[in-house]
């Protein structure tokens, strides 16, 4: 499965009135705390890949948690990538199982997340601690032939709320935390 993503800085506010007008289908709001790891093996900002801990915590749910690996990105168009995820029953034990494995948590990136659905493509309004605000417009694709039908389609959307999509950040909220630090 690859992730087709496009990221930009956005004014919160102003998305969600063009949501609203646009008639978007509000998905839900949560709260998550991606812990993400370096490998005793080789180095993850090197090869571009990432391996997180994603402790979500939903409106008016228990939180979940999710073990994910990212791929290096796959063109240079946007943020697409390989993308293996899997529920966890307990993160605090996927934490220690890594860590006795010689993985080093290397950040963790708290984010507040706003969801919508448009055209089959996911929006997300992100206020991220440290960071900003974003705006993602992201689909899901089986195929990598598949990835600049969706791509195109992602930028549509982004034009769609008023965003460019030459405003684009092809860097991980990781890296902008780490940067801003």
């Not at 946007?78 to 494995?101: I, W």
């Amino acid at each position: 499965m690859y992730e087709v993503e496009v990221k930009v800085p956005a004014d919160l506010e102003a998305v969600r009135a063009r949501l609203d007008e646009l008639e978007a289908t509000p998905t839900g709001a949560v709260v998550q705390a991606d812990t993400y790891y370096d490998a005793p093996h080789r180095s993850f900002p090197e090869t571009d890949e990432a391996l997180r801990i994603r402790s979500e915590r939903p409106e008016d749910d228990p939180d979940e948690t999710r073990l994910t690996y990212k791929g290096p990105l796959v063109d240079d168009a946007s943020k697409s990538r390989e993308e293996v995820e899997t529920a966890v029953g307990d993160g605090e034990k996927v934490d220690a199982v890594l860590t006795k494995l010689g993985f080093e948590p290397a950040a963790t990136v708290r984010k507040e997340r706003d969801r919508f659905e448009l055209e089959g493509y996911a929006i997300t309004l992100d206020s991220v601690d440290g960071v900003g605000e974003y705006v993602e417009v992201e689909t899901e694709v089986d195929d990598e032939a598949d990835l600049e039908d969706a791509r195109e389609g992602a930028f549509g959307v982004l034009e769609r709320l008023g965003l460019d999509p030459d405003d684009q950040l092809r860097t991980s909220y990781l890296e902008l935390l780490l940067e801003s630090g």
